[in-house]
């Protein structure tokens, strides 16, 4: 069974940086498709970014281009979100998800992963 376990979620300072990262057990991470999520309070789940672990392939939302990078460490069996330039915004949780699916990452979508962490809280988020 994959489990997925976040970490990383910390306060901080508008213009600031973080890493967030997702350890995957329980399965092989080669072929996934890994996507980052974030919630706030009240809001639906929105997709930030998503990377296609056999080839690194990426996708990123619009509202973070240009500051979030995701990538993969197979040899840790670990995914990151590097995020740069934080804007000041609602405290969100961040959640990893995880999905054998093929398809233009483009257009994944939440419900495409059937695999969830539990996520992790980042006081101020964009």
């Known amino acids: 069974q994959l489990r997925l376990v976040e970490s990383g979620g910390a306060l901080v300072q508008p213009g600031g940086s973080l890493r967030l990262s997702c350890v995957a057990s329980?399965?092989?991470?080669?072929?996934?498709?890994i996507g980052w999520f974030r919630q706030a309070p009240g809001k639906e789940r929105e997709r930030i970014s998503v990377?296609?672990?056999?080839?690194?392939?990426?996708y990123y939302a619009d509202s973070v281009k240009g500051r979030f990078t995701m990538s993969g460490d197979n040899a840790k069996h670990t995914v990151y979100l590097q995020m740069n330039n934080l804007k000041r915004g609602a405290p969100a949780t961040y959640y990893c998800?995880?999905?054998?699916?093929?398809?233009?990452?483009?257009?994944?979508?939440?419900?495409?992963?059937?695999?969830w962490g539990q996520g992790t809280q980042v006081p101020l988020s964009s």
């Open positions: 990377i296609s672990i056999i080839d690194g392939s990426t």
């Open positions: 329980g399965a092989s991470m080669d072929d996934l498709v």
């Open positions: 998800s995880a999905s054998w699916i093929s398809r233009d990452l483009e257009r994944t979508r939440a419900a495409d992963f059937g695999y």
